[in-house]
């Protein structure tokens, strides 16, 4: 089954902050994380965390190992004092994520909530759904470059895991083109697509390669700054590692129905076959958005979607601009015509160039 619907709100921007009822220890500044309580979940209280916290390290490692990954770094855990929260500033099935302080520096905070079921359920259960939120974290721990999402590291309470991260503070690039008043000039759109295909670039040459295997615009974050110039400057950075895998796991990992409808290459709908060919198409549907600032397939359902793919190569409706016939050969039916991200990223340089030049000659 699909991990979630396309059309959906996946990643909608809360605007009022959650009811003050629900906390204790609260602010004006915001919320640390030791005293927050939850009131519909304060019946929850059967966790061990004194046997969650001797684990942890057994958790991770057993989260790359599952991901054929290893790894000699080990995941950060940070006191649940050391954390506030202040807003609300995102919604998914896993919970919510915050914008929050951790001593310093701006974060965003990803909050996993215990399900009654994995809190009294079966130890089983709660293996199994602990670790799949710890390998989350394990994945971004092993990450070290600048156009990838940085880890802060994790902190446990009784209700919830949550994962401290980087903050970007223009959001996904979803939220950034479904933004009334926001145009994208051409250039910072291309500057954009280098730096998701720099960032996939460094996922695919690692050994083994990382999968990525839900990139959509949802999973693109975006960071403005000034420069020198005063000009603003965006930088898109990939995050969201719930689904990467390395490409050694092989297909028994590689289950279908990994991503979201919209980005789901053909082979994966068909064959569940996640490769670095899939991450491509992917990457074609990010384009098609990035350029056309339309959300794709809207009128469509996620089963008309899958069918559409499987069956009838569908893709989005031809777009006028600089990236069209790039596009157009990443999402081509056949994985091994497509364009890897080492040739995506130069020939996306070689466009920059041409723009500036354009521009040099008016």
Request: charged share 25%.
């Amino acid at each position: 089954m699909l991990s979630a619907i396309c059309n959906d709100k996946i990643w909608k921007i809360v605007v009022d902050s959650t009811p003050s009822h629900f906390f204790r220890g609260a602010t004006s500044d915001g919320i640390t994380l030791d005293t927050l309580t939850f009131g519909n979940y304060s019946g929850y209280d059967s966790l061990s965390m004194n046997d969650l916290e001797g684990g942890v390290e057994n958790y991770y490692e057993s989260a790359l190992h599952s991901r054929r990954i290893e790894s000699e770094h080990s995941i950060k855990l940070i006191e649940p004092k050391e954390i506030v929260l202040v807003k609300v500033i995102g919604e998914g099935n896993f919970g919510r994520v915050w914008r929050g302080r951790w001593r310093v520096t701006n974060v965003a905070v990803k909050e996993f909530v215990f399900a009654q079921t994995a809190v009294t359920g079966k130890s089983k259960l709660k293996k199994e759904i602990i670790e799949e939120i710890v390998g989350e974290a394990a994945i971004m721990s092993i990450l070290r470059h600048p156009r990838i999402t940085i880890l802060h590291g994790v902190s446990l309470t009784s209700q919830a895991i949550w994962i401290v991260s980087e903050l970007c503070t223009k959001g996904s690039l979803r939220s950034l083109l479904d933004k009334e008043g926001e145009i994208l000039a051409t250039k910072t759109k291309l500057r954009l697509a280098i730096d998701i295909a720099e960032g996939m670039v460094y996922l695919h040459s690692r050994d083994p390669a990382i999968i990525h295997r839900d990139l959509k615009s949802h999973n693109i974050f975006v960071h403005s700054s000034y420069s020198e110039f005063e000009e603003m400057n965006f930088i898109a950075k990939i995050g969201d590692w719930g689904s990467a895998r390395a490409a050694l796991a092989g297909s028994r990992t590689m289950t279908q129905g990994v991503g979201t409808a919209c980005w789901l290459a053909p082979e994966v709908i068909k064959h569940s076959q996640n490769t670095a060919a899939s991450d491509v198409y992917s990457y074609a549907i990010i384009l098609w958005e990035l350029f056309s600032n339309v959300e794709v397939y809207h009128n469509l359902t996620s089963v008309q979607i899958v069918a559409g793919v499987a069956n009838d190569n569908l893709r989005p409706p031809p777009i006028l601009s600089p990236v069209t016939d790039l596009m157009e050969r990443c999402w081509l039916e056949n994985p091994e015509e497509r364009p890897t991200f080492v040739e995506i990223k130069e020939e996306l340089k070689l466009l920059i160039m041409a723009s500036d030049l354009d521009l040099a000659l008016t």
